[in-house]
T-cell receptor
């Protein structure tokens, strides 16, 4: 299983950009990079995912290195509500007899993001 | 859409009692996941279903745990007999699995906080 490495914690100030790094040096060519976050006392929520190209959505941007061995989740303007645990995950391919990949997600410890007012 | 619905939200029970956790996935989703989260072990995948069929139950800790999905709109996770070490937050998540498009966004419920005394 491909694994990811993230810093245990990071801090930011409100209204400033935040760059959350993730290393995945053993990534395979077909692994998608997923980011989830978990707000206090809630279930995880999907943030963004990508394969090779950088991706943007209303929540964040995902910058993927050219060799795909690392990626960075970018929150353009942190708010207090962005304080959460952020998980970088590589989708595990699970093939059944028919060859369809169901791709389970295995969560690591994540990065605890603290946002200061 | 109401999202993934879990019940009960909180459960306190005595050691040795049977506990049943319930989950209603998002309508139209064909994959369902059960996770357990503790401070020590983080977020662990217990079992997941695709089209109501269990695909991977390697995360189920022991025979005291069982999960069923009798139809596309309902799943249960049962612990019998319960033990204090089963105390955790149990999350259910659902997904519309579209392998050809690399779509694997999971939507999590609010969780059930289980305390076994």
């Amino acid at each position: 299983d491909a694994k990811t490495t993230q810093p245990n914690s990071m801090e930011s100030n409100e209204e400033e950009p935040v760059h959350l790094p993730c290393n995945h040096s053993t990534i395979s060519g077909t692994d998608y990079i997923h980011w989830y976050r978990q707000l206090p006392s809630q279930g995880p929520e999907y943030v963004i995912h990508g394969l090779t190209s950088n991706v943007n959505n209303r929540m964040a941007s995902l910058a993927i290195a050219e060799d795909r061995k690392s990626s960075t989740l970018i929150l353009h303007r942190a708010t207090l509500r962005d304080a959460a645990v952020y998980y970088c995950i590589l989708r595990d391919p699970i093939a059944n007899a028919g060859g369809t990949s169901y791709g389970k997600l295995t969560f690591g410890q994540g990065t605890i993001l603290t946002v200061h007012p | 859409d109401a999202g993934v619905i879990q019940s009960p939200r909180h459960e306190v029970t005595e050691m040795g009692q049977e506990v049943t956790l319930r989950c209603k996935p998002i309508s139209g989703h064909n994959s369902l996941f059960w996770y357990r989260q503790t401070m020590m072990r983080g977020l662990e995948l217990l079992i997941y279903f695709n089209n109501n069929v269990p695909i991977d139950d390697s995360g189920m800790p022991e025979d005291r745990f069982s999960a069923k999905m009798p139809n596309a709109s309902f799943s249960t996770l049962k612990i019998q007999p319960s033990e204090p070490r089963d105390s955790a937050v149990y999350f259910c998540a659902s997904r519309q699995t579209l392998p050809a498009r690399g779509r694997y966004e999971q939507y999590f419920g609010p969780g059930t906080r289980l305390t076994v005394t």
